[in-house]
Protein backbone atom coordinates (compact mmCIF):
# COMPACT_ATOMS: atom_id res chain seq x y z
CA UNK A 1 0.00 0.00 0.00
CA UNK A 2 1.33 3.52 -0.70
CA UNK A 3 0.11 6.76 -0.47
CA UNK A 4 1.45 9.69 -1.87
CA UNK A 5 0.41 13.63 -1.17
CA UNK A 6 1.19 16.10 -3.27
CA UNK A 7 0.02 19.76 -3.57
CA UNK A 8 1.42 21.42 -0.80
CA UNK A 9 3.52 24.67 -1.10
CA UNK A 10 3.63 28.61 0.42
CA UNK A 11 0.47 30.81 0.01
CA UNK A 12 -0.51 33.85 2.00
CA UNK A 13 -3.23 33.92 4.54
CA UNK A 14 -6.46 33.88 3.10
CA UNK A 15 -5.58 31.83 0.33
CA UNK A 16 -6.33 28.43 -1.03
CA UNK A 17 -4.70 25.11 -1.42
CA UNK A 18 -5.71 21.81 -2.65
CA UNK A 19 -3.96 18.66 -1.65
CA UNK A 20 -4.24 15.51 -3.22
CA UNK A 21 -3.31 11.98 -2.27
CA UNK A 22 -3.00 8.94 -4.49
CA UNK A 23 -3.37 5.46 -3.49
CA UNK A 24 -1.99 2.23 -4.76
CA UNK A 25 -3.11 -1.68 -4.00
CA UNK A 26 -6.41 -0.80 -2.60
CA UNK A 27 -9.89 1.11 -3.44
CA UNK A 28 -10.85 3.79 -1.39
CA UNK A 29 -14.64 2.09 -0.97
CA UNK A 30 -13.13 -0.29 1.48
CA UNK A 31 -11.48 2.19 4.18
CA UNK A 32 -11.69 5.10 5.98
CA UNK A 33 -8.79 7.79 4.43
CA UNK A 34 -8.13 10.94 6.33
CA UNK A 35 -5.80 13.43 6.47
CA UNK A 36 -3.80 14.54 9.05
CA UNK A 37 -1.38 17.28 10.27
CA UNK A 38 2.05 18.47 12.52
CA UNK A 39 3.43 21.64 12.92
CA UNK A 40 7.34 21.67 14.05
CA UNK A 41 7.00 20.94 18.24
CA UNK A 42 3.36 19.84 17.89
CA UNK A 43 1.70 16.58 18.35
CA UNK A 44 0.61 15.26 14.93
CA UNK A 45 -3.85 15.65 14.82
CA UNK A 46 -6.68 15.04 12.58
CA UNK A 47 -7.61 17.56 10.39
CA UNK A 48 -10.70 15.49 8.66
CA UNK A 49 -11.66 12.04 7.29
CA UNK A 50 -14.22 10.33 4.96
CA UNK A 51 -15.12 6.97 5.37
CA UNK A 52 -15.73 4.79 1.87
CA UNK A 53 -17.96 2.20 3.48
CA UNK A 54 -20.36 4.63 4.96
CA UNK A 55 -19.97 8.17 3.04
CA UNK A 56 -19.71 10.15 6.54
CA UNK A 57 -17.42 12.96 6.85
CA UNK A 58 -15.67 14.44 9.90
CA UNK A 59 -14.01 17.77 10.53
CA UNK A 60 -12.34 19.46 13.24
CA UNK A 61 -13.41 22.27 14.27
CA UNK A 62 -10.19 24.27 13.85
CA UNK A 63 -11.39 24.09 9.23
CA UNK A 64 -14.43 23.47 9.62
CA UNK A 65 -16.34 25.80 7.10
CA UNK A 66 -12.91 26.25 5.71
CA UNK A 67 -11.54 23.28 4.56
CA UNK A 68 -13.10 20.16 2.12
CA UNK A 69 -12.33 16.36 1.84
CA UNK A 70 -13.56 14.53 -0.68
CA UNK A 71 -12.43 11.49 -2.94
CA UNK A 72 -12.54 9.94 -6.55
CA UNK A 73 -13.12 6.66 -6.06
CA UNK A 74 -12.18 6.24 -9.89
CA UNK A 75 -8.90 7.63 -9.79
CA UNK A 76 -8.29 6.22 -6.16
CA UNK A 77 -7.61 10.09 -5.05
CA UNK A 78 -8.21 11.76 -1.90
CA UNK A 79 -8.44 15.76 -1.59
CA UNK A 80 -8.33 18.27 0.89
CA UNK A 81 -9.65 21.68 -0.71
CA UNK A 82 -8.12 24.68 2.03
CA UNK A 83 -9.78 28.06 1.80
CA UNK A 84 -8.95 30.69 3.73
CA UNK A 85 -5.69 29.66 5.13
CA UNK A 86 -4.59 30.62 8.11
CA UNK A 87 -0.58 30.85 9.56
CA UNK A 88 -1.64 28.07 12.31
CA UNK A 89 -2.47 26.20 9.14
CA UNK A 90 1.07 25.68 8.49
CA UNK A 91 2.64 22.18 8.61
CA UNK A 92 3.12 19.06 7.24
CA UNK A 93 -0.07 17.55 5.93
CA UNK A 94 -0.44 13.53 5.76
CA UNK A 95 -2.98 11.30 4.05
CA UNK A 96 -3.69 7.89 5.50
CA UNK A 97 -5.97 4.51 5.32
CA UNK A 98 -7.60 3.04 8.13
CA UNK A 99 -8.81 -0.40 6.98
CA UNK A 100 -10.87 -1.16 9.98
CA UNK A 101 -13.06 1.56 10.57
CA UNK A 102 -16.70 2.21 8.68
CA UNK A 103 -16.82 5.54 9.81
CA UNK A 104 -14.95 8.31 9.45
CA UNK A 105 -12.73 9.26 12.50
CA UNK A 106 -9.23 11.00 12.92
CA UNK A 107 -8.17 8.66 15.79
CA UNK A 108 -4.49 8.09 15.07
CA UNK A 109 -3.65 5.12 15.90
CA UNK A 110 -6.63 3.17 13.84
CA UNK A 111 -5.11 4.33 10.99
CA UNK A 112 -2.10 1.86 8.79
CA UNK A 113 -1.34 3.10 6.59
CA UNK A 114 0.16 7.05 5.80
CA UNK A 115 1.96 8.96 3.12
CA UNK A 116 5.10 10.89 3.42
CA UNK A 117 3.51 14.09 3.74
CA UNK A 118 3.26 17.60 2.51
CA UNK A 119 4.55 20.78 3.61
CA UNK A 120 2.01 23.68 3.53
CA UNK A 121 3.25 26.96 5.05
CA UNK A 122 0.57 29.96 5.27
CA UNK A 123 2.70 33.44 5.52
CA UNK A 124 0.73 36.33 7.16
Known amino acids: VQLVESGGGLVQAGGSLRLSCAAS????????IGWFRQAPGKEREGVSS????????YYADSVKGRFTISSDSAKNTLYLQMNSLKPEDTAVYYC??????????????????WGQGTQVTVSS
Open 50 to 57: ISGRDGSV
Open 96 to 113: AADRDSSYANTQIGRYDY
Open 25 to 32: VFTFDDYA
